[in-house]
C-alpha cells in the first residue's frame, strides 16, 4: 500500500479518454486506486512509461530491469526498443544487473506465450457458426499459375497442413498425391484407392459438364497447387481440425466441410461407418472447393451450389442411395404443394438456407438435376455468366435460354408426374 496515495493519470490501450485518480497500491501485475484495478498490459506504453517513473526509483538498476520486463511483455516493436534502453540503462548503473535481465527477459517471453495460449482458448471459445460456403467473394477472376508457382504452392500447402494438424493434436501424415488433390489420411481406415477414384471422378466430371480445356488428355487443374483434403478417422478427430485448423463450429450432423481461403481448398470430413454417406460428403464438399476455382470465387445462388455438388456426388459414388434419398425429399415438397421459386430465394446469408427438414436439398437437386438433363451445354454458359459476375436471373434467360420463372413452372409440372 502507498502511503500517502499518489494521484497519477494514464490511458488504457486503444482508448482516448483520460483517467485520472489515486493510485493505492502495485505490484508485478498491475495498479489498484480510485480508478479500480489495471494490468500493465491494459495501460497504453506512454501511460505504462509514466506511471512506472512515479512509482520506482530510477537510480537502481533493479528498479529498471522491472521496468525494461513490463515493456518487453507487450507485443510492440517499439516497447521492445524501449525495453532495450531501459536494459542498458540498468546495465549502465550496475554490471552484476546481467543475470537479472536475462531473467528478466524469460519471464516476458513465458508471458508472452502464456498470452498467446489464453487467447487461442478464447478464439475457441468463439468458433464460427455460420457455414464456409456462406462467404460473399467477389466475381475478381483468378490468375493463372506458372508451372513453378504450381510446384510451390505445393509445397506451400504440405508445410501448412502439417501444421494443421500439429496443432490439433494429431499424427504427421504423408499426403497421398493426385494430379489434382492432396489426400491425407489421418488414422482413416479403410482402402484408399475408393477415396482417390472418386475424387479424381468427379473432377473429370465437372471438367466435362463445364467444358474445360485438356492438357495432354487431363483436364487443366483449377486449384491453388491442389486441394488439399483431410479424411480423419473418427468425428473428433474431425471436429479438432474444423476448431483448432479452421475456427470452425460443426452442427450437429455435419459430416464434412469445405473451407476456401484465399485461393486455396481444404476438404475435411471423417470416415462414417456408413460408406456411401461418407463418399457422398467428401464428393459434395470437393465441388464446392473445385467451383470456388472456377473462374472466379463468386458462388452460384445458394439453390444451385448446394444442387449442382448433390448432382455431382449422384453420378459418382455408387448406390444412388443419396438420389433415393433427395428425390424423395423433393418430390414430397412439390407434390405437397411447395413453392420452388422459395427454394431459389433461399440463402446462406440469413440463415433461410436448407430450410424446415433440409428441404432445400431435396428440391435443388431436383431443379439443377432437371436444368442439365435439358440443357447441359446451356447449364454451362450459365454457370460461366453468374461466376464472372452476371446476375443469375438474368443469365438464365440470356446463356440458359428459359427464365426462372418459367423453369419453375416447367420443373414442377415434370415432377407432378415423372419420378
Not at 199 to 205: E, H, T, V
Not at 206 to 222: F, K
Request: proline share 5%; with cysteine; net charge negative.
Amino acid at each position: 500500500m502507498l502511503d500517502p496515495e499518489i494521484l497519477v493519470d494514464f490511458r488504457l490501450e486503444g482508448a482516448p479518454e483520460l483517467i485520472r485518480g489515486r493510485l493505492r497500491s502495485w505490484d508485478s501485475h498491475g495498479i489498484v486506486g480510485s480508478f479500480g484495478t489495471h494490468a500493465w498490459e491494459e495501460l497504453d506504453l506512454r501511460s505504462l512509461n509514466q506511471v512506472c517513473f512515479e512509482l520506482i526509483d530510477a537510480r537502481v538498476a533493479a528498479d529498471l530491469v522491472f521496468l525494461g520486463e513490463l515493456q518487453l511483455r507487450r507485443v510492440d516493436p517499439e516497447a521492445d526498443h524501449r525495453a532495450e534502453q531501459t536494459f542498458r540503462r540498468a546495465l549502465a548503473l550496475d554490471p552484476a544487473s546481467r543475470p537479472l535481465i536475462e531473467a528478466a527477459r524469460e519471464r516476458a517471453a513465458a508471458f508472452e506465450r502464456a498470452q498467446a495460449e489464453a487467447e487461442r482458448l478464447r478464439a475457441a471459445q468463439r468458433l464460427q457458426e455460420s457455414m464456409p460456403e456462406g462467404k460473399a467473394w467477389a466475381a475478381s477472376p483468378w490468375p493463372v499459375q506458372t508451372d513453378a508457382e504450381q510446384a510451390q504452392a505445393v509445397l506451400d500447402l504440405r508445410e501448412e497442413t502439417a501444421a494443421l494438424l500439429s496443432d490439433a493434436g494429431l499424427p504427421e501424415t504423408e499426403p497421398i498425391e493426385t494430379d489434382y488433390f492432396l489426400v491425407y489420411l489421418v488414422n482413416a481406415p479403410g482402402d484408399p484407392r475408393g477415396v482417390i477414384r472418386d475424387l479424381d471422378q468427379m473432377y473429370r466430371k465437372i471438367a466435362t459438364l463445364l467444358d474445360l480445356p485438356e492438357v495432354q488428355g487431363r483436364p487443366i487443374n483449377l486449384f491453388w497447387g491442389k486441394a488439399v483434403v483431410i479424411i480423419a478417422g473418427e468425428e473428433g478427430q474431425f471436429r479438432l481440425i474444423e476448431a483448432h485448423g479452421f475456427n470452425q463450429k460443426v452442427p450437429a450432423g455435419v459430416v464434412g466441410l469445405c473451407h476456401s481461403i484465399g485461393p486455396k481448398v481444404f476438404v475435411n470430413t471423417y470416415r462414417t461407418p456408413d460408406d456411401f454417406l461418407f463418399a457422398s460428403v467428401l464428393v459434395h464438399e470437393a465441388v464446392h472447393g473445385m467451383m470456388h476455382r472456377f473462374v472466379t470465387p463468386k458462388r452460384l445462388p445458394t439453390w444451385a451450389n448446394e444442387g449442382l455438388a448433390d448432382w455431382a456426388a449422384d453420378n459418382i459414388v455408387p448406390g444412388r442411395t443419396l438420389d433415393a434419398a433427395r428425390r424423395r425429399q423433393g418430390l414430397d415438397f412439390i407434390r405437397g404443394g411447395g413453392r420452388l421459386e422459395a427454394i431459389m430465394e433461399m440463402n446462406y446469408e440469413d440463415g433461410s438456407w436448407p430450410g424446415p427438414d433440409g428441404v432445400g436439398y431435396g428440391a435443388s437437386y431436383l431443379l439443377v438435376h432437371y436444368m442439365i438433363d435439358q440443357n447441359r451445354y446451356g447449364f454451362a454458359d450459365w454457370v460461366r455468366e453468374v461466376k464472372a459476375g452476371g446476375d443469375w436471373r438474368e443469365a438464365m434467360v440470356s446463356e440458359y435460354g428459359a427464365s426462372a420463372d418459367r423453369l419453375v413452372r416447367f420443373a414442377r409440372e415434370w415432377h407432378l408426374t415423372n419420378d
